[in-house]
């Protein structure tokens, strides 16, 4: 597992990233620059630098985003085929799978909650009518 935080200051974006020294042993020293596998608003860092601390791999990258609201990262898929990333961004927590890579920040609802609530507003609704239907054919014609 891996972690990272996410700041803003003064129009610069600043990400964090946090993984253990063991977890990364198996990629090329090339691939070891963690903050290059982050794009703030579609936009890779335009500075990076990596030092080893307390057995972690810290990686800071620097991003120009005035306000970051779009966040996509290749990092799960590049460490291992079932690596979760978290993110901390002005006090949220974000995750990263090989399959949900990129993260709305904008506070926009997830996608997935308005595909869940439209079937259970349509199964309310067809409930609904049909509840009216049944008691008119009760009541019978005026």
Do not use: N
């Not at 003064?10 to 903050?35: F, K």
């Amino acid at each position: 597992m891996s972690r990272s935080e996410l700041k803003l200051e003064d129009g610069i974006a600043r990400l964090t990233v946090r993984m253990q020294v063991v977890e990364t042993e198996h990629l090329p020293a090339a691939a070891r620059d963690l903050a290059r596998y982050f794009r703030v608003d579609g936009q890779p860092p335009v500075a990076s630098k990596c030092r080893i601390e307390d057995g972690d791999l810290v990686c800071q990258g620097t991003f120009f985003a005035g306000a970051p609201k779009i966040v996509e990262s290749d990092l799960p898929d590049a460490v291992l085929p079932h690596h979760v990333h978290t993110m901390q961004a002005a006090g949220v927590a974000y995750t990263f799978t090989p399959q949900q890579t990129r993260r709305d920040l904008d506070g926009s609802p997830a996608p997935r909650a308005l595909w869940i609530g439209l079937p259970v507003l349509a199964i309310f609704a067809v409930w609904w009518i049909r509840s009216l239907r049944s008691r008119r054919k009760i009541a019978g014609p005026g």
